[in-house]
């Protein structure tokens, strides 16, 4: 079975520019989440969507945003990069809708790693 | 608030040793929580979640809600369990995963 791919590797931007990122989800997952890993400050919830539907947002600025497409897979969106936007993006995606009752585990991609100059 | 806190960023261990890295959350009602790891070059993977009570490659984490723990140990560490270890904490709406900043475990023979 597949697992989760992200797209680009590697992005290099500088600062005031776009960058966009992608994640297809494992085949049959619907929930996806994209996490911001920056050095020195771990692993930061950024957004999630199900069935086409941003769901929850982490503390991040408007300027950070996504959307999933109707075959589930996903775009990340950071518009007027700044430097501390660099950092690893992960996507992970699960089988269903998350909540309390229904969690299911969240399979990672390998990232992409955003450097902004 | 809810916070997720690793207080060592890396344990050094001989192979055979004991391992417990620490956990400590903050969170008001029942927590649930998971370890998660990372190997070189491979991607972040689940490890165990409180709730399964499982033992997974040798380690068990248990919930202490007293001290607000969820350590994880293995009592004979292994050289292939040299990797970065996450606890993690599901947030009260249940939407979202909360991290701690990672340990890093290195296990020399």
């Known amino acids: 079975e597949a697992g989760v791919t992200q797209s680009p590797t590697h992005l290099i931007k500088t600062r005031g520019q776009q960058a966009t990122l992608r994640c297809s989800p494992i085949?049959?997952?619907?929930?996806v989440y994209w996490y911001q890993q920056a050095l020195g400050l771990g692993l930061q919830f950024l957004l999630w969507y199900d069935e086409g539907e941003e769901r929850n947002r982490g503390n991040f600025p408007p300027r950070f945003s996504g959307r999933q497409f109707p075959n589930y897979s996903s775009e990340l969106n950071v518009n007027a990069l700044e430097l501390e936007d660099s950092a690893l993006y992960l996507c992970a995606s699960s089988l269903a809708l998350g909540g309390r009752e229904w969690y299911n585990e969240q399979f990672f991609g390998p990232g992409t790693r955003l450097t902004v100059l | 608030a809810q916070r997720v806190t690793q207080p060592e960023k890396l344990l050094s261990v001989f192979k055979g040793a004991p391992v417990e890295l620490k956990c400590n959350y903050s969170y008001s009602g029942s927590p649930e929580l998971f370890w998660y790891v990372q190997y070189s070059r491979q991607r972040l993977q689940l490890l165990l979640r409180h709730i399964s009570r499982e033992s997974i490659k040798g380690f068990t984490a248990d919930l202490n809600k007293g001290e607000t723990s969820f350590h994880l140990k293995k009592p004979f560490a292994q050289e292939e369990d040299s990797a970065m270890y996450y606890c993690a904490l599901f947030n009260q709406a249940g939407t979202a995963l909360i991290f701690g900043k990672g340990t890093t475990l290195s296990v020399s023979s």
């Open positions: 085949s049959g997952h619907t929930s």
